[in-house]
């Protein structure tokens, strides 16, 4: 089983709608969860950073942490095309060196 | 937000080459860099953590004489891939986190390497 597990997609939503992406994982361990935009051919941008459980909310994007289901989700208000991208979930245990475990990333169309 | 630089981002080479790649933190000093690798349609695999002034720690499968570290100073790490071959062309990501702690982790741009 592998430590996070995100569907790759991929996924297709007409503009204006609303995105719900989603990670599950199975290390109790992880306390700081992130999600990532990646365009083709680029590196990952970091969107959104949470620690422990909770919402965090910035513009059009909400990120949600459930650490009693082991469950993080992404969501996408009022999608734009611009918004097509693959989009990875990441998390880690903390300290200063600790890696980054990433899911395999769900690949975003937003159709105009 | 914090910039991480890659070079070069798009590299072509023979096979049984080496190749070095730099990643830079332009604006803040980084104790710790990683290294990933993607192959495409795949996530980013970590394939090693550099740290400053000391031996860099491989995850399990990677090659460390193959992939050669060095961070050399608290802005720069660079990737050394030796004796390149065409199982070797994939995308070559640092990342670099400001300070210590448990901050946002920054990347690159990427790194292309194609192995002829």
């Known amino acids: 089983q592998k430590e996070v597990e995100q569907d790759p997609g991929p996924l297709s939503v007409p503009e204006g709608a609303i995105v719900s992406l989603n990670c599950t994982y199975s290390n109790s361990a992880f306390q700081y969860f992130m999600w990532y935009r990646q365009y083709s051919r680029k590196g990952p941008e970091l969107l959104m950073y949470t620690y422990s459980s909770g919402n965090k909310e910035d513009g059009r994007f909400t990120a949600q942490v459930d650490k009693s289901s082991k469950y993080i989700s992404l969501f996408i208000r009022d999608s734009q095309p611009s918004d097509s991208a693959t989009y990875l979930c990441?998390?880690?245990?903390?300290?200063?060196?600790?890696?980054?475990?990433f899911g395999t990333g769900t690949l975003l169309a937003v159709q105009p | 937000g914090a910039v991480v630089s890659q070079h070069p981002s798009w590299v072509i080479c023979k096979s049984g080459t080496s190749v070095k790649i730099e990643c830079r933190s332009l604006?803040?000093?980084?104790?710790?860099m990683f290294w990933y690798r993607q192959f495409p349609k795949q996530s980013l695999m970590l394939m090693a953590t550099s740290n400053e002034g000391s031996k860099a720690t491989y995850e399990q499968g990677v090659e460390k004489d193959k992939f050669l570290i060095n961070h050399a100073s608290l802005t720069l790490s660079t990737l050394t891939v030796t004796s390149a071959h065409p199982e070797d062309s994939s995308f070559y990501i640092c990342?670099?986190?400001?300070?210590?702690?448990?901050?946002?982790?920054?990347f690159g741009e990427g790194s292309r390497l194609t192995v002829l």
């Open positions: 990441a998390m880690s245990r903390g300290g200063a060196t600790n890696k980054l475990i």
């Open positions: 990342s670099a986190r400001p300070g210590t702690g448990n901050g946002e982790l920054f």
């Open positions: 604006d803040f000093q980084a104790t710790t």
